[in-house]
């Protein structure tokens, strides 16, 4: 079995996976979610603090584990520098006083192996990671074969739920409260789906925020008018993202698709992602909405190939890095 740990942002996460069956042993997530409601965002010094107090927490119950692990891996890059470091430095003392082989996870790739929790690799697929951080298409082929085809020109889709949410006054993160005022709304404003001329591939969701702001001003009866902004942010965003993804199968036809990250919860999407798939005749996969957030249990399972592939990092080499650079 493996430890793994997870710190990138505001969810404290401890797994234990079975190296050879993949079972999850024991997966323990603690979310700052509410500490951070407050302030309309990621505190990082506050998620810092709060992983300092939460981390060694969770670790208390995988104690009993520990003894069996054959690595320890965590979530090193891309995130929050100050609460990578804490994921980090817990993981190079478990490697240090166990003796154990250290792993590092990027984030990202952790998000597609959320899709293979308990279950074996699904190989080559095409993916579209949506987190709050990132939006990017990509060509799964295996563990170290992952090709990047497009990414946001600015803002990821999952900051840009976020924002509309606090245009219109609900707490962080807004994404899900989105939803759930898109699904009592219309689609009556027309916001422009972006770049819908480009010959890109890439994805931009700031002119969509910024058409949602100035609507937001204009709007006399913001209370009246919520739900029916949600759902039109809502349809553009997503038709962004068919378009893209269209215009990308339309010359690759991909037999397998899947859709990962924190957005990937989002049901329209999910939707209107499976009507374009089978269009084009491909499967589509999701990870389950446990995992689709922040977790450990996707970096222990990446972290399971990458201990299958003996990529192991040495203790005073590894650092932390705020950016996605590559795989
Ligand atoms: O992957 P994730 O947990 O964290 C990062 O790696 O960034 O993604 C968090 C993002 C937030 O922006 C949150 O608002 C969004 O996922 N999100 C949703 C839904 N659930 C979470 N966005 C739209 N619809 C949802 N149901
Ligand atoms: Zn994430």
Redesign the pocket.
Known sequence: MLISIESS?DDSSIAITDIKTKKLLLHKKISQEGEHQKYGGVVPELASRLHLEYLPKILEEAKPYLKDCKAVAVTNEPGLNVTLVLGVTMAKAIALSLKIPLIAVN?LQG?IYSLFIEKENIEPHTTLLL???HTQLMEFNGYSDIKVISKTLDDSL??A??KTAKMLGYPY????E??RLANSGVDRFNFPVPLSNSPLLDFSYSGLKNAVRLQIQRSTNLKADECDIAKSFMVSATKHLTMKCKKYFKTNTPKLVSIV???S??RYIREEMSKLASSFGAEIIYPDMSYC??NAAMIGRCAVDAYNNRDFTSIDKLGVNSKFINF
């Open positions: 942002c984030h998000h987190s709050g951080g999952g900051e739920f976020d993160p807004g994404g899900i989105i939803e990250g924190g957005v919860a989002n957030s922040d």
